[in-house]
T-cell receptor, first 110, second 113 residues
Framework: DAGVTQSPTHLIKTRGQQVTLRCSPK?????VSWYQQALGQGPQFIFQ???????QRGNFPDRFSGHQFPNYSSELNVNALLLGDSALYLC?????????FGPGTRLTVT | DQQVKQNSPSLSVQEGRISILNCDYT??????FLWYKKYPAEGPTFLIS?????DKNEDGRFTVFLNKSAKHLSLHIVPSQPGDSAVYFC????????????FGKGTRLSVIA
């Protein structure tokens, strides 16, 4: 049983560019959440998708957007990248109970 | 304003002894609490959780204690093993573990053989 998978593992982008990160949830999970973890900090909630709709959103600007597909996989898009967007982006999937995290995508903005 | 606080950035414990990791929270509406462990280059791994209707939950070597009146929880690991060396995150949510999690900054545990 594959756990939560994310791609790519690492990514380097330039300020102003756009990026798309991808996540496949654990089998049987229908809810996907995205978190941003800056260096030395705990993960911070970006948004959560359920039934292809954004169900909840954290305190992140509109430059951060997402999508969930019928197979429950999800994408995180970030437009107009800033240096401060450099972080580890974590995807978590869940059914009824706890969230299970993927290994993350390390985004570096130069 | 940090709603979940882990005031000890690091903790060092000898193998076989007890490790106690602490966490405080400020939002009395939090109803569910979780501990995650994170190794470098991996995502957080779920360890153990506790609902606000309980004050203790055990799973093998791991026990979580919740003191609602003090808004404090702790994770006990007994006995500690070198493989337990990792960063431990405390997290809280308003409903269940399926709802958005608010994390602390983490405590780095080093278990010395």
């Amino acid at each position: 049983d594959a756990g939560v998978t994310q791609s790519p593992t690492h990514l380097i982008k330039t300020r102003g560019q756009q990026v798309t990160l991808r996540c496949s949830p654990k089998s049987g999970h229908d809810t996907v959440s995205w978190y941003q973890q800056a260096l030395g900090q705990g993960p911070q909630f970006i948004f959560q998708y359920y039934e292809e709709e954004e169900r909840q959103r954290g305190n992140f600007p509109d430059r951060f957007s997402g999508h969930q597909f019928p197979n429950y996989s999800s994408e995180l898009n970030v437009n107009a990248l800033l240096l401060g967007d450099s972080a580890l982006y974590l995807c978590a999937s869940s059914g009824i109970y706890e969230q299970y995290f993927g290994p993350g995508t390390r985004l570096t903005v130069t | 304003d940090q709603q979940v606080k882990q005031n000890s950035p690091s903790l060092s414990v000898q193998e076989g002894r007890i490790s106690i990791l602490n966490c405080d929270y400020t939002n009395s509406m939090f109803d569910y609490f979780l501990w995650y462990k994170k190794y470098p280059a991996e995502g957080p791994t779920f360890l153990i959780s506790i609902s606000s209707i309980k004050d203790k939950n055990e799973d093998g070597r791991f026990t979580v204690f919740l003191n609602k009146s003090a808004k404090h929880l702790s994770l006990h690991i007994v006995p500690s093993q070198p493989g337990d060396s990792a960063v431990y995150f405390c997290a809280a949510s308003l409903n269940s573990g399926n709802t958005p999690l608010v994390f602390g900054k983490g405590t780095r545990l080093s278990v010395i053989a």
